[in-house]
């Protein structure tokens, strides 16, 4: 099963952009995801995470600009990103199946992940 993450690109501060993971497998509808981010040289960092049944959770940096949602037809996560900062540029990566756990607000990863897609912004 493959995990395929788009939708990153250029755009100025203030724009918007909305990344896509599609993860490939029947277990999707019963599983937790959520979108880290990682620049070179640091820690990967939890963005937005989503239970099986829609609960979400935000990083500080993020609330009221992005939104993560899903699609468990398509077998998608997507992350919509408004107000778009400088500092959010990153590489974005998905993650699907890991331990949610809404109230701490904590996700535990799942060691499997795709290419990530680009997300660049220009002050």
């Known amino acids: 099963a493959q995990l395929v993450e788009s939708g990153g690109g250029l755009v100025q501060a203030g724009g918007s952009l909305r990344l896509s993971c599609v993860r490939s497998?029947?277990?999707?509808?019963?599983?937790?995801a959520a979108w880290y981010r990682q620049a070179p040289g640091s820690q990967r960092e939890l963005v937005a995470t989503i239970s099986h049944v829609g609960a979400t959770n935000y990083a500080d940096s993020v609330k009221g600009r992005f939104t993560i949602s899903r699609d468990n037809a398509k077998k998608t996560v997507d992350l919509q990103m408004n107000i778009l900062k400088p500092e959010d540029t990153d590489v974005y990566y998905c993650?699907?199946?890991?331990?949610?756990?809404?109230?701490?607000?904590?996700?535990?990863?799942?060691?499997?992940w795709g290419q990530g897609t680009q997300v660049t912004v220009s002050s």
């Open positions: 993650n699907v199946g890991g331990n949610y756990v809404p109230s701490a607000g904590r996700y535990y990863p799942v060691p499997f």
């Open positions: 497998r029947d277990t999707f509808s019963r599983e937790a």
